[in-house]
DNA sequence: GCCAACGTTGGC
DNA sequence: GCCAACGTTGGC
């Protein structure tokens, strides 16, 4: 199994939309790279939810329900989407701020490459945050 | 095919 | 609001 972590402004997708959801596509994504790894999700997946410009922080923990398919919005049509279904929240978030602070957490994609809205983390990454954030 | 100009993302 | 990073576009 594998971890991501996947972005959203909260202005334009937010967290608690999230939790009423359930379930959405995540869909929009229009980079070559971030539509990689959208690709390489699998049924069980477990994906970081990262508010981007406000917050900055991760929120909560959602689960790929449907591996990459083509997006509709899409008028060129190579570019996919994937679903999404809600897991838990972060019962503290945590901030961008703290994982940069992190020696361990200095490889993160996600501060590397800040630009990209879906990037993967690590196993080792993956239960550092966890830690960090009050789960297990 | 190169590269300058421009647009977008996202942190600060 | 500014700026760095980086992707895309279009002229040549």
Redesign the pocket.
């Known amino acids: 199994m594998a971890y991501w972590l996947i ?1 959203s ?1 909260p202005d334009a997708y937010s967290w608690a939309q999230m939790q009423q959801d359930k379930r959405t596509h995540w869909s929009g994504v ?4 971030a539509a990689g790894n959208l690709r390489a999700m699998k049924i069980g997946d477990l994906a970081f939810f990262y508010h ?2 406000v917050g ?1 922080e991760i929120v909560g923990i959602v689960e790929v329900a449907a591996t990459a398919y083509p997006d509709p919005s899409d008028e060129t049509k190579k570019f996919v989407m994937v679903d999404v279904a809600y897991k838990k929240s972060m019962p503290k978030p945590v901030t ?2 703290q994982m ?1 602070s992190e020696k361990s957490l200095a490889n993160l994609q996600l501060i590397k ?5 879906v990037v993967p983390v690590r196993a080792e990454e993956w239960q550092k945050i966890m830690a960090l954030g009050g789960l297990k």
């Open positions: 972005k402004e229009r980079n070559h790279q981007s410009n900055k961008l701020a940069k490459q800040s630009r990209l809205s």
